[in-house]
């Protein structure tokens, strides 16, 4: 039976998986630069629509890969089990997508379905590949991650250089892209060991582990799916507003967040088997308490935040100052998106790390980690929807920052439950 790494990784092990993921994220984000230039604006809308529109798939197999790095860690017997049941349910949106994609090739190969079936399905690979990534860490051969994404790196470059010379359209690309991830995916989940994939020696009869599991993914995912969501939800109300032009300055802005925050949940999902390992039993109580203060200081930091942002406010409202970050394209109102997008990425990253200290504590405080993530898209469409059709993409960026505040007060109010601390 294969033994469940859980010990801390090593800094030079760090190194070279950070590298993997990272060359990987720069091939993603060059691509599509370099498909605008070869389709124009008009073709490459109807990609990015497609891609937008189906980015929180990316998140529905991960919630296994979450489940699976807490719970790996404390078992023994039934590791080989839980390892299995963790491929099963990341892979089932990937076949699920894959079943649709094929019927409609099948019948309408040329049709707009085809073309949003093929990005979900690149979505569902992509966070697939991060599950079994996991897993490969987890049975003690993080290297496998490195090559992995390596690989997908390889893919996303061989596919834009072939849509380059051939001047293949969206669709196809796409279809090229997820080829070339399910080749990849094969390979990683054949280099898992035997009984991770065939279950092992462990009994199969344990009419309790795959609800307490089920629940584990489905609570362990709800936040990540929710502040997906939450992201989203900004460029509704922006193009609500009237405010589409803004779009444009609240994407850059988002992204160069989203790359910090996908930084920070690497380095937490690599350390969770040894976070999972510590924090059990006696453990989780000096993790709840270290959790509070760190979701205090966030909290007042937000208070502050809000009290400048109202007097601001108040003050553009009563000047015409308030066309200055109106205006999108104005250098003023990059330069307060740039402030904005240090602030977001420092309040997020103590939030994160608090609910993620949280998550590894016990089962029962997962209820109140998703809890705490609605609050926080219903918080961010709330105060979006009073500061956007003022304030454009500031506005929109100013309700991301607020509603983490919302976030972090939810989550230290519901540790004062009892129940959840036991």
Known sequence: MTAVASAPVRLSTVVSLLAGRGVFRL??????????????????????????????LLFVPTAAEKAALKVLPRLRLLAPRVARLTLWVAAAPVVTVLAALAATLLLWPGSVAALYLAA???????????????????????????????????????????????????????????????AVL?????????????????????????PAFGRSVVLLGLPDLLDAA???????????AGR??????????????????????????????????????TGGAGGRASAAALLRIAERVGLGFAAVVAVV????????????????????????????????????????????????????????????????LIATVSIAALLVPWLGATGGFVALVLAIAVKAAVLRRGLRVPRLLR
């Open 27 to 56: 091939t993603s984000q060059f691509m599509p630069v370099a498909l605008l230039v070869v389709w124009g604006a008009a073709e490459f809308g109807r990609y990015a629509n497609a891609v937008g529109l189906w980015l929180w």
């Open 120 to 182: 979900a399905g690149w979505w569902a690979a992509i966070g697939l590949q991060m599950t079994v990534a996991g897993l490969h860490r987890l049975s003690g051969r993080p290297l496998l991650d490195v090559r992995a994404f390596g690989a997908m790196s390889l893919v996303v470059v061989a596919a834009t250089a072939a849509t380059w010379v051939i001047g293949w359209g969206p669709a196809a690309h796409l279809l090229v892209l997820l080829a070339g991830a399910l």
């Open 186 to 210: 094969a390979a990683a989940i054949g280099a898992l060991p035997v009984a991770w994939r065939r279950g092992g020696p462990a009994p199969v009869t344990h009419g309790r582990l795959v």
């Open 230 to 240: 939450a992201l989203s939800a900004v460029f509704l109300v922006l193009a609500a």
């Open 244 to 281: 589409t032009p803004d779009s444009g300055p609240f994407y850059l802005a988002l992204t160069a967040a989203a790359v910090a925050g996908s930084l920070v949940a690497y380095l937490l999902r690599v350390y969770q088997p040894a976070t999972s390992a510590r924090l059990r039993g």
């Open 313 to 376: 406010v108040a003050v553009l409202l009563l000047t015409p100052g308030r066309a200055v970050l109106a205006d999108s394209s104005g250098a003023t109102a990059y330069l307060v998106l740039g402030v904005l997008v240090i602030v977001e990425i420092a309040m997020s990253a103590l939030v994160t790390y608090a609910a993620y200290v949280l998550e590894n504590t016990n089962s029962r405080v997962l209820t109140l980690t998703a809890s705490a993530a609605l609050v926080g």
